[in-house]
């Protein structure tokens, strides 16, 4: 009798007020799905708060998550190699939305050439895209829901328009100045908004640098009289020092592309402090 119940309830429940499952893969994705989302659900993240997207590896709970899923938004197999294989594995159940390749907005290669940068997005006219993106999806998987999705995908790139147009003024004054990198995942950063990198201290994929080439990043730094360099969230600065001794390299405060530093749950604004935040760390190290 009360299995017969409860089985009725779910019924006139219907599915029309079942939010889809939506997965992410990190918080800057995260906080763009949830400002599309807005009430109807909650998406759910795969990378721990803080996790290191790079290196990242799919734990049991993880999987479980993926295999409820509807839909997967994620940057793309270059950012998370694991995430690529563990998709591949659903069979095509869930739908598959890697934003990097859905042929929108600017994408760009490593400064050494080994492929596609998958830090796209720190461009914000990819994350204006792939908001349009995003709502367009999630009303396929929940038609009832379309014009929410959409109607906040709008306002989300209302407000994304307005933030983008305070950082370009606020950079404007270190637009051209030669800057050292930590890692390079700021080349759509510094494409956008006309930023100099005159080296970065890790390659391509995160690999730890060689005494050779930070003896070559710190001659860099010195030809291009770079005036400022930065630490990373959760990478060791001792090269930084390296690199630095006998120069007239500032050193910025570190800055967090990947959302490193976060230790709360990301909220939808995540993604406008992420920018926020790594637009003020060049602005107070080379704005004087
Ligand atoms: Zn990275």
Redesign the pocket.
């Known amino acids: 009798m009360r299995l017969m119940l409860s089985a009725a309830l779910a019924a006139l429940a219907g599915p029309a007020l079942a939010a889809p499952q939506v997965v992410t893969d990190f918080a800057p994705v995260q906080s763009l799905v949830m400002q599309v989302m807005g009430d109807v659900g909650t998406p759910t993240m795969l990378l721990p708060v803080g996790g290191d997207?790079?290196h990242f590896q799919l734990r049991p709970s993880q999987a479980a998550a993926l295999e409820k899923a509807d839909v997967v938004f994620w940057i793309g197999p270059e950012?998370t190699p694991a995430l690529d294989k563990a998709i591949g594995a659903l069979g095509g159940k869930a739908l598959s939305v890697p934003l990097l390749h859905k042929g929108e907005g600017h994408t760009r290669d490593f400064a050494d050439g080994e492929g596609v940068d998958?830090?796209a997005w720190l461009d914000p006219t990819n994350a204006l895209a792939w908001l349009g993106t995003i709502a367009v999806v999630l009303g396929k998987v929940d038609p009832p829901n379309s014009a929410v999705y959409a109607a906040n995908a709008v306002a989300a790139e209302a407000k994304l328009v307005a933030l983008d147009k305070t950082l370009m003024a606020e950079l404007a004054p270190v637009r051209g100045k030669p800057l050292i990198e930590f890692?390079?995942?700021f080349g759509y950063f510094a494409d956008h908004y006309g930023l100099n990198v005159a080296a970065t201290i890790e390659l391509g994929d995160?690999a730890t640098p060689s005494a050779l080439r930070l003896a070559q990043i710190r001659q860099t730094a010195l030809e291009s009289r770079a005036v400022c360099a930065f630490p990373e969230a959760g990478r060791d600065p001792a090269f930084l020092k390296v690199v630095a001794e006998g120069t007239d390299l500032k050193i910025g405060a570190p800055q967090d592309?990947?959302a490193a530093l976060v230790t709360d749950e990301p909220t939808p604004g995540l993604y406008a402090d992420l920018l926020t935040h790594l637009a003020q760390t060049v602005v107070d190290c080379a704005g004087n």
């Open positions: 997207p790079h950012l998958p830090h890692h390079d995942a995160a592309p990947e």
